[in-house]
């Protein structure tokens, strides 16, 4: 990122190369249709060149790259808002499981993440990014607070409260009696 700072080009497609599967993850799980996740992440990468004089190189690249991203995508969201209900699932961006499970198994672990990729598409968009920044992107929570621009209390809630809402959502439902 020093090396973009001060205009390299050639460091800029490193730093692209680098990045570009993370956010392409994290534009595709906040729901973006996949035909849009290249033009975002193109965006964010613009946005990045033109704001490098803001880069702190005494702190982590990820928070500022993925607030950067926030950003951007919160501006696809204004724009977009009537193509956003029809936003992708993330049923397509779930890990490939070992090759040795069975069919059974195979079709559980799918059906397993398909539950819990439903449960964190139903989270309020502010509990998704911060969640999905914790638990997809591996931020630490004060990496996540600065990507997010709130306070680490408020991280601290929301992963919290993401988690309360998925288990809810994922623990059976009461039998009724008859």
Aim: hydrophobic share 45%; proline share 7%.
């Amino acid at each position: 990122m020093a090396r973009v700072r001060q205009g390299e080009q050639s460091a800029l497609e490193l730093l692209f190369a680098r990045w570009e599967a993370p956010l392409f993850a994290f534009f595709y799980r906040l729901g973006c249709p996949p035909a849009a996740v290249e033009d975002l992440a193109e965006d964010v990468l613009v946005a990045l060149y033109r704001q490098r004089h803001r880069y702190d190189p005494g702190r982590p690249l990820a928070p500022w790259l993925f607030g950067i991203a926030r950003l951007v995508w919160k501006d696809h969201v204004r724009r977009r808002s009537r193509e956003l209900a029809r936003t992708a699932s993330l049923e397509d961006a779930a890990d490939v499981p070992a090759r040795e499970a069975g069919p059974e198994a195979l079709a559980d672990i799918h059906e397993q993440a398909a539950r819990v990729r439903r449960a964190v598409e139903r989270l309020p968009e502010e509990l998704k990014e911060t969640f999905l920044l914790r638990h997809y992107h591996n931020l630490g929570y004060e990496e996540v607070a600065e990507a997010l621009g709130v306070p680490l209390g408020t991280v601290k809630w929301r992963i919290h409260e993401a988690v309360r809402r998925i288990s809810d959502m994922l623990a059976p439902a009461p039998r009724e009696r008859a």
